[in-house]
């Protein structure tokens, strides 16, 4: 009888051949009988099907195909289909020429580690998601929260236990539709976990988004502007976080949320100046959700302007920045 996997390596797919192609091809050299890769294919047409039969040459691959349930119901679906001690979900980012062996070399050296963080960066850059100089693991949770932030809703760089991940979606369910239940899954995985690893050197690289692809994702066909970070990032961040607040310090908490909400109503503002974006609906969310917060009544004064208003502020600060910059 086979010995189980180590690690499942889930993948979520939707009309990306391309990208499935890329990465099947990347790590196909990087795993043997202790790797699994599990494939959820809710794509419209048979492409990436056909792309997947041509790597059927890897020992443990599993397809699927579905129809489109969005990511929620993707990534249960996907914990619950692995049968890897860790699970490693995998969007459509790549990652590094020895990353599998790392994180295996890992798994095997400490029996009770409950999560790894896989650091990422940007292709052709040098900044990595979360700045610690070396690998070690995360002094506390509070520490790893505070480090992550948002990012730790960021799938690919999040490697877990399954069977304390299979614990926690029951209740994941009740956030199907935030596109965030992935973060839900993890928040349990670490608040249950006794050992927590950070690897510092990217392991996970990211394609950056252009302006015109985040443009063309978020203007629906009715030509309504929706973009939906501020609800993930910021609503929805808040309500799975705020769950989970009796496992963390308070100002660990308030931390985490101030620094989301700031960074997601301050993308809303620069959206709409650059004509992307709307503050349709955000302005009641701010209130209900962030009233505690002080920023929240500084945005919703900002929010309150005219849209050329905010517009020529925002090409003033760039004008100033690109100044000050310049003279560097």
Known sequence: MNNPPILSICMLVYNQPEDVQRLLGSISSQIDER?????????SNDNTKKIVHTFSQIPQLKYHKGSKQGIDKTILFLTKAATGRFIWWMGDDDISSDAIGRILDLIIKYPDLGFLWANYKIINTDTVAIDIPESRFFKDVDEL?????????FISSCIFNRLLALNSLEDAKRYIGTEFVNLFIVLHVITSSKKCYFLCEPIVLCYPASNEEIKKNIVKDNGLIENNAFNVFGVHFFEIVSYYSDHFRKKTIRNVIKKSFGQTWRGVLVGWAGGWDTPRGKRVKMIKVFYKYPEAWIAIILFSLPSIVNKFMYGLYRYTKYKILSKK
């Not at 929260?145 to 809703?153: C, D, F, I, Q, V």
Request: aromatic content about 0%; hydrophobic content about 40%; charged content about 35%.
């Open 35 to 43: 790797v699994e890769i599990v494939i959820r294919d809710d794509s």
């Open 145 to 153: 929260l505070e480090k992550s932030g948002t990012a730790l809703g």
